[in-house]
């Protein structure tokens, strides 16, 4: 069964760095999004992308934050520098289009800023 | 604005027993329901989605869902418990008015299945 996947599964950076997590969607989906978690908390809604566009973003994706699909089957997510908030599990997901398509999820990647 | 609830943090449920975790919520237009599992260090998995029609959905792993559009409510239910079904599930919604893609999520429910 297709899966979405993620690496790494863990990082750990200082405060300030850049950090570049990456997703491979399930290959015949066309919408990507990211989500976070921060422990504890309930998972939440950063950005989707459609047709090599952001389609709908969050309050917390700020302008640290960027996406991209660099290559037909990659889809990334940069934070450009890294404040100690940004600790949390970050999933990304996929799905088909229509507005009714399930979104499928990876396994996360936690980071941890120190 | 969209928002879901999960009035439990934690449902205890005894092997063979039914089980119901409990998920509200609040769209402006029509809802798009989902149901989650999130096992420990694994991402979350798609357990069963309500979109329109027959108000009680099945899903995986022998799940299933009532959509009640009076009480806006949307609970997960199991005939009967088993231990693997020890996890964290979420609740989520998408508002069909809005047009957007995104999930709101409920803060999780972690539900604990005793031998």
């Known amino acids: 069964e297709p899966e979405v996947t993620q690496t790494p599964s863990h990082q750990v950076t200082q405060m300030g760095q850049e950090v570049i997590l990456r997703c491979v969607p399930i290959s015949n989906h066309l919408y990507f999004y990211w989500y976070r978690q921060i422990l504890g908390q309930k998972v939440e809604f950063l950005v989707s992308?459609?047709?090599?566009?952001?389609?709908?973003k969050s309050e917390i994706f700020d302008d640290q934050f960027s996406v991209e699909r660099p290559d037909g089957s990659n889809f990334t997510l940069k934070i450009r520098s890294t404040k100690l908030e940004d600790s949390a599990m970050y999933f990304c997901?996929?799905?088909?289009?229509?507005?009714?398509?399930?979104?499928?999820f990876g396994p996360g990647t936690r980071l941890l800023v120190l | 604005a969209q928002s879901v609830a999960q009035p439990e943090d934690q449902v205890n449920v005894a092997e063979g027993n039914p089980l119901t975790v409990k998920c509200t919520y609040s769209v402006s237009g029509n809802p798009y329901l989902f149901w989650y599992v999130q096992y420990p260090n694994r991402g979350l998995q798609f357990l069963l989605k309500y979109i329109t029609g027959d108000n009680l959905v099945k899903g995986s792993y022998g799940f299933e869902a009532e959509f009640n559009k009076s009480q806006t409510s949307f609970h997960l239910k199991k005939p009967s418990a088993l231990v693997s079904d020890s996890a964290l599930y979420f609740c989520?919604?998408?508002?069909?008015?809005?047009?957007?893609?995104?999930?709101?999520f409920g803060t999780g429910t972690r539900l604990t299945v005793i031998p």
């Open positions: 997901a996929s799905s088909e289009p229509g507005q009714v398509s399930t979104q499928y």
């Open positions: 989520a919604v998408r508002d069909l008015q809005t047009g957007a893609n995104n999930l709101f």
């Open positions: 992308f459609y047709n090599n566009e952001i389609s709908e």
